[in-house]
């Protein structure tokens, strides 16, 4: 059967952002088949347009209408490639949910993702900022990644070397950006299994239990962030607006003599890395608004749409804090969702 290009334009953006933010794309294609890609490639009107790339717009910022071609992630498929002594190799498309394929993996009897439990948005996505929580970072488990270059119309493979992974950073936020799709993801998922409990919260919430499973600190994991994360279905947000950032220890040394009850934890380099979370409630942001955009009542790190956010709205309630927290503690905070 030849590839379609079911082509749309003037696609409504308000349903595939997380943050509820009104936006249009001018054209739009929900992407199912990878021939699609090099179909798209061949035809010179909708090659030269600027792209978007959009998973489960979880982590995007829409500040204007997309005048180029969004590109949905539709790409479905999940299969267990390999095995050997140390690992099961489990491969997922780009378009698949990420946290039904973690649900998936779990169901199989392979733990390895149960940390990054209900992170909301595509498989595709998770490698661009390197997804964490609880201890765990996506790179842990990677394996690799198979990459679409428009440039050329060849598809890659990606170690975890080319990738570069750091916390909230990769590659395809430098050298690679914008410039591709991610098509899948091979995870390495340990045969040897061991919990990861380091993270304050868990530990305490599962201190009752002697060998938990890996489906019972996913289910753990479901808890801690349902009591502390609003539900992007009932209230816009992007989760986490700010990355947590890093200082010296210098300047954490002379912060804590400022402020004895500062929160942060020491990295493998030397560095410190601060609750950006607190920072702001002590800048007095938390459960505060600046027009429809509003900071979380229980986690001032989540900005949140009042009701018919603007993208400008949510841009000037960021640097509001960022000026702040920049004029209290001398720390810049960077924001964490790509802008678009
Ligand atoms: P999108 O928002 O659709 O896209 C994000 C970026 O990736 C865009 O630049 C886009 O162009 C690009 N992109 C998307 N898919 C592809 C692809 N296939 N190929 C190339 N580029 C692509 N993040 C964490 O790390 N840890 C958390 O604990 C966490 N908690 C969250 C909680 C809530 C309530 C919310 C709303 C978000 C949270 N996030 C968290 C952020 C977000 O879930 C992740 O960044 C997620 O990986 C984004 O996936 P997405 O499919 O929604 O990406
Ligand atoms: N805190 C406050 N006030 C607040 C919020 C937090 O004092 O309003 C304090 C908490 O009490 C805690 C510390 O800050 O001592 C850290 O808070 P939390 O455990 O909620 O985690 P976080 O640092 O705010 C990070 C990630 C989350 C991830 C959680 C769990 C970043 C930018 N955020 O949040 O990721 O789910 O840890 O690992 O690293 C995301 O990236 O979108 C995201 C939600």
């Given at each position: 059967?030849?590839?379609q290009?079911p082509?749309?334009?003037?696609?409504?953006l308000?349903?595939?952002?997380?943050?509820?933010?009104?936006?249009?794309?001018r054209?739009?294609?929900h992407?199912?088949?990878?021939d699609?890609?090099?179909?798209?490639?061949?035809l010179?009107?909708?090659?030269?347009?600027?792209?978007?790339?959009?998973g489960?717009?979880?982590?995007?910022?829409l500040?204007?209408?997309?005048?180029?071609?969004v590109?949905?992630m539709?790409?479905r498929?999940?299969?267990?490639?390999?095995?050997?002594?140390h690992?099961?190799?489990?491969?997922?498309?780009?378009?698949e949910?990420?946290?039904e394929?973690v649900?998936?993996?779990?169901?199989q009897?392979?733990?390895?993702?149960?940390?990054?439990?209900l992170?909301?948005?595509s498989?595709?996505?998770?490698?661009i900022?390197n997804?964490?929580?609880?201890?765990?970072?996506?790179?842990d488990?990677?394996?690799?990644?198979?990459w679409?270059?428009?440039a050329?119309g060849?598809?890659?493979?990606?170690?975890?070397?080319?990738?570069q992974?750091?916390?909230?950073?990769?590659?395809f936020?430098h050298?690679?950006?914008d410039?591709?799709?991610?098509?899948?993801?091979?995870?390495?998922?340990?045969?040897?299994?061991q919990?990861?409990?380091?993270?304050?919260d868990?530990a305490?919430?599962?201190?009752?239990?002697?060998?938990?499973?890996?489906q019972q600190?996913?289910?753990?994991?479901?808890?801690?962030?349902?009591?502390?994360l609003?539900d992007?279905?009932?209230?816009?947000?992007a989760g986490?607006?700010?990355?947590?950032?890093?200082?010296?220890a210098?300047?954490?040394q002379?912060?804590?003599?400022?402020?004895?009850?500062?929160?942060?934890?020491?990295?493998?380099?030397g560095?410190?890395?601060?609750?950006a979370?607190?920072l702001?409630?002590?800048?007095?942001?938390?459960g505060?608004?600046l027009?429809?955009a509003?900071v979380?009542?229980?986690?001032?790190?989540?900005?949140v749409n009042?009701?018919?956010?603007?993208?400008?709205?949510?841009l000037?309630?960021?640097q509001?804090?960022?000026?702040?927290v920049?004029?209290?503690?001398?720390v810049?905070?960077?924001?964490e969702?790509?802008f678009?």
């Amino acid at each position: 059967m030849p590839t379609q290009l079911p082509l749309q334009t003037d696609v409504a953006l308000d349903l595939l952002n997380t943050f509820g933010i009104a936006a249009t794309a001018r054209h739009f294609l929900h992407l199912t088949a990878i021939d699609q890609l090099q179909l798209l490639s061949e035809l010179p009107m909708l090659a030269s347009l600027p792209r978007l790339i959009l998973g489960g717009g979880s982590n995007v910022i829409l500040t204007r209408d997309f005048p180029g071609l969004v590109l949905h992630m539709g790409l479905r498929g999940r299969e267990l490639v390999d095995e050997d002594e140390h690992d099961f190799y489990v491969r997922a498309a780009g378009g698949e949910n990420w946290h039904e394929f973690v649900s998936w993996t779990l169901q199989q009897g392979w733990g390895g993702l149960e940390n990054l439990s209900l992170i909301p948005g595509s498989v595709g996505a998770a490698p661009i900022q390197n997804i964490g929580a609880y201890g765990v970072e996506l790179k842990d488990r990677f394996h690799s990644l198979h990459w679409f270059e428009f440039a050329t119309g060849k598809v890659h493979s990606l170690t975890l070397a080319d990738c570069q992974f750091a916390y909230r950073d990769s590659v395809f936020k430098h050298g690679l950006r914008d410039l591709g799709v991610i098509l899948d993801v091979t995870f390495a998922l340990p045969k040897h299994w061991q919990p990861q409990l380091g993270y304050g919260d868990v530990a305490q919430s599962l201190a009752s239990v002697t060998q938990p499973t890996a489906q019972q600190i996913s289910t753990t994991i479901c808890a801690i962030r349902q009591s502390k994360l609003p539900d992007p279905h009932i209230i816009g947000n992007a989760g986490s607006f700010f990355k947590n950032p890093l200082v010296s220890a210098e300047q954490r040394q002379a912060l804590l003599a400022r402020y004895p009850a500062l929160i942060s934890y020491s990295q493998p380099d030397g560095r410190y890395k601060l609750a950006a979370g607190w920072l702001i409630e002590q800048a007095g942001w938390k459960g505060r608004a600046l027009g429809n955009a509003g900071v979380y009542a229980r986690q001032a790190l989540v900005l949140v749409n009042l009701g018919g956010v603007t993208g400008a709205a949510v841009l000037a309630l960021a640097q509001s804090i960022q000026a702040d927290v920049m004029q209290q503690f001398g720390v810049q905070l960077e924001t964490e969702p790509v802008f678009v």
